[in-house]
């Protein structure tokens, strides 16, 4: 699958961006495996959502799955607040408490890049504060049968991923003047068997806005918003940065 190695070059050497970039076309994250506990339960990933600090997602700009400049961006959706009391509660509204045993043996997959591993550590910091013992899996980067073998498994709970709109053209000189298309962005990662789908997500509303918007209209950007929010709001991935254009 072509977007494997794609996925596997940012991990490794993308660019982590903030507001000085001008630029964007992908978005670094992380992602919940929804179709396993405790993260199958959306108030449980809101809370992930509200322990991780500043040092660890770029709290101050980042919101919307869409990147700033793509079209469908929408700076009304938020960033996630960081409230470890508020994030607590969360979890005790979901039937979690510090001591759970079932909040012990949560594992988080990543690569080995210099930048992915210190995000990793900081993740394991930050969410040991709503009593989550996080396990790091690591994989070399450049073992990619490895890398896609445990991602498309979906055995772990966690897993850190960068995915850039417009697949294998996004280092190319070619793709260079391209402008970078949202829909490139959003299908693969999370329409019902996307290719690089691997939280597990699925909406049926979501596909069928994306069959819609495969199709340049007149709607098209009311669309890409729409899917943006629905997806925002169900939270199968954490935006942590985004990525800058090459």
């Known amino acids: 699958m072509r977007a494997f190695g794609l996925i596997l070059c ?3 050497i993308c660019h982590f961006s903030f507001a000085q970039a001008k630029e964007y076309d992908g978005i670094w994250f992380l992602g919940f ?3 396993r506990p405790p993260f199958d339960n959306l108030v449980v990933r809101q809370a992930v959502a509200h322990a991780l600090t500043k040092d660890t997602a770029d709290e101050s700009s980042v919101g919307s799955l869409i990147p700033p400049g793509m079209t469908g961006f929408d700076p009304a959706l938020k960033p996630w607040k960081y409230n470890v009391k508020f994030a607590k509660s969360l979890l005790k509204k979901a039937g979690y408490n510090l001591t759970d045993s079932r909040l012990k043996s949560i594992t988080l997959l990543h690569t080995d890049g210099i930048k992915t591993v210190e995000v990793a550590k900081k993740i394991q910091t930050d969410l040991k504060q709503l009593g989550l013992k996080i396990e790091l899996v690591e994989i070399p980067y450049k073992d990619e049968e490895k890398w896609s073998r ?5 055995k772990n709970n966690l897993f850190l ?3 850039k709109a417009g697949g294998d053209l996004a280092f190319t000189e070619e793709a260079s003047s391209i402008k970078a298309d949202a829909y490139q962005l959003l299908d693969p990662l999370f329409r019902t068997g996307g290719d690089v789908n691997f939280t597990g997500y699925s909406n049926s509303a979501v596909d069928l806005l994306l069959d819609k918007t495969a199709v340049f209209s007149v709607e098209r950007e009311s669309k890409l ?6 997806v925002y709001k169900e939270l199968p991935v954490l935006v942590l940065f985004y990525i800058e254009k090459l």
């Open 161 to 163: 991923m960068g995915y």
């Open 150 to 154: 445990q991602l498309s498994a979906r």
């Open 10 to 12: 940012l991990l490794v």
């Open 33 to 35: 495996n929804v179709q």
């Open 225 to 230: 918003k729409e899917i943006n929010r629905i």
